[in-house]
């Protein structure tokens, strides 16, 4: 059984950076490709971002590039997700997903999930 679990989230104020990781275990994590994805108060979980299993392609939400980097260790089974210049629309919860096919910015491609990460930012 493939598990995925988050951390690293928190309350931070606007304009500081975070670095989410996911921990994955039970699968082959260098054969799946990660993604983040959000879900905003209120709102539909949203893409931020995904990465193959070689960190050879990348693919980043509307809005998202720049801010936020994806990055994995397959010597660690981990996968991260670095946030800077945080702002408060950023608050949301953040979750972990893999995938064993290509990497992608829709849900339904991905089979495993995270529990999620709160990351609160504050004005």
């Known amino acids: 059984q493939v598990r995925l679990v988050e951390s690293g989230g928190g309350l931070v104020q606007a304009g500081g950076s975070l670095k989410l990781i996911c921990e994955v275990s039970?699968?082959?994590?260098?054969?799946?490709?990660m993604g983040w994805f959000r879900q905003a108060p209120g709102k539909e979980r949203e893409f931020v971002t995904s990465i193959g299993w070689n960190s050879g392609m990348r693919y980043y939400g509307d809005s998202m590039q720049g801010r936020f980097t994806i990055s994995r260790d397959n010597a660690k089974n981990t996968v991260y997700l670095q946030i800077d210049a945080l702002k408060v629309e950023d608050t949301a919860v953040y979750y972990c997903?893999?995938?064993?096919?290509?990497?992608?910015?829709?849900?339904?491609?991905?089979?495993?999930w995270g529990q999620g990460t709160q990351v609160t930012v504050s004005a």
């Open positions: 039970g699968g082959t994590f260098s054969r799946y490709a």
């Open positions: 997903a893999g995938s064993r096919g290509a990497p992608s910015r829709y849900q339904r491609y991905f089979e495993f």
